[in-house]
């Protein structure tokens, strides 16, 4: 039966999520809302942002959707899988009252407590006087972080009690991220290697993908401003088996318990930042949607069909639905405008080779008379996959030299953590 299929958002995320949909023969139609201009290379981009809810679901209920997939955190915090759900669309995403894993630090952290899942231990405030009364004799360094939703730079690592007071008053006072900072949660500063892991869950079932390693400073040797990802390789070396199993009982199927005794069922992507402690892995973050850039690379190793196993989680029939990773490595280098991710020019004209372009996933681009130029900070990812772990780093670093435009930047050192790491084991 013909599906005419709708994915919300419009950055490399999307493009590897539509990408990897294309290869299910029953799509027929993809529609990305508002898509990019790489993105309208592969399906039909729609200019409704992807926080525009109303305008969302009138689409799909005008244009007849028979699934959609809403990807990035704004709306599923806001409520677009409620609001096209309520129309009768079926979607990949949580609801609202679960997307709030996301949404709200504190909602997670207390979560965490309640239930017995390992993070970093901390104290949440909604009173200035009271966060920096408690930064008096806090232990340093120390983690500052936004309750709400903060584009990826609501978090301040603060080595002195100073530069905490400061992240906690251009929070809390300066509103630096609007409400989302009004509330703050302030926390233990851990030591070890992070690893993401994304994670299938149908709110009964979890399957973890493939898990992989982000690169989110802006320099080489990890210097310079956090961004939202300048690379990722996959999978993590430092993930390994035990680390894996310790993960699943103590971490995983323990946050979906608890968020369905909390009457909140989580059905989607559930994405797991942790770290690897001393004291055994531990959850830094959660977020409710695919990571970006590590969907770039978990999507490439997907052999199973990534529609089949979507409408699995959404029907909840994950635990009898195969989910099947090649056993091979990939790497993404993202490609930015210089100076991202503060200020950059853009408008740039993009040349792409026609050979690359299958393993490119384009985030800042637009279409301006017919020319693909660039439009945002990180440009595009260029993903790699091989059977060795430097063969896919060499070979991500090959495409990404064979795209031009003026002000291109990229790190160097994608993945070198990562080497040291296997030839250490």
Do not use: W
Request: glycine share 10%.
């Amino acid at each position: 039966m013909p599906m005419k299929v709708m994915v919300v958002g419009g950055g490399g995320r999307e493009h590897a999520v539509i990408k990897k949909l294309k290869e299910n023969p029953q799509i027929t139609e993809i529609y990305a809302l508002p898509g990019n201009g790489g993105i309208a290379a592969d399906a039909v981009c729609v200019p409704i942002g992807a926080k525009d809810i109303a305008g969302i679901t009138a689409f799909a209920a005008e244009n007849k959707i028979d699934y959609a997939v809403v990807t990035p955190d704004d709306p599923l915090v806001l409520g677009c899988v409620d609001a096209l759900e309520a129309q009768g669309i079926p979607c990949f995403g949580p609801r609202k009252n679960a997307a709030i894993i996301e949404g709200s630090k504190v909602f997670a952290k207390d979560l965490m407590r309640r239930y017995g899942i390992p993070t970093a231990e901390y104290r949440s405030f909604s009173v200035l006087e009271e966060a920096l009364a408690y930064l008096e004799t806090a232990p340093v360094p120390t983690v500052v972080k936004a309750d709400g939703l903060a584009l990826g730079k609501g978090v301040i690592i603060a080595a002195t009690r100073e530069e905490a007071k400061k992240a906690v008053t251009d929070m809390m006072a300066g509103k630096k991220f609007g409400d989302s900072g009004l509330r703050v949660v302030i926390e233990e500063y851990l030591e070890g290697p992070e690893v993401s892991v994304l994670a299938f869950t149908d709110g009964h079932t979890l399957v973890p993908m493939v898990s992989s390693m982000d690169h989110k400073r802006a320099g080489d040797g990890d210097t310079g401003l956090n961004t939202g990802g300048m690379g990722t390789v996959a999978p993590n070396p430092y993930y390994t088996r035990a680390v894996a199993e310790r993960c699943m009982e103590e971490i995983f199927l323990p946050t979906v318990r608890a968020m369905n005794a909390e009457g909140r069922p989580f059905k989607g992507c559930l994405y797991f930042g942790l770290m690897i402690t001393k004291d055994g892995p531990k959850v830094i973050e959660y977020n409710c949607r695919f990571g970006d850039p590590e969907t770039q690379v978990v999507l490439p190793l997907l052999e199973s069909d990534l529609f089949t196993v979507m409408r699995a989680v959404t029907e909840e029939r994950l635990q009898e639905t195969e989910v099947r990773f090649r056993d091979a490595h990939a790497c993404c280098v993202i490609l930015a405008s210089r100076g991202y991710p503060e200020h950059y020019e853009k408008g740039f004209p993009l040349t792409i080779p026609e050979a690359v372009r299958d393993q490119l996933f384009v985030a800042g681009a637009a279409l301006q008379d017919g020319e693909l130029v660039t439009n945002g900070g990180r440009v595009l990812g260029c993903t790699a996959v091989a059977d060795s772990l430097p063969a896919a780093i060499e070979e991500a670093y090959r495409l990404a030299a064979q795209v031009e435009f003026e002000n291109k930047y990229c790190r160097s050192d994608i993945g070198r953590r990562a080497l040291m790491a296997v030839k250490e084991a």
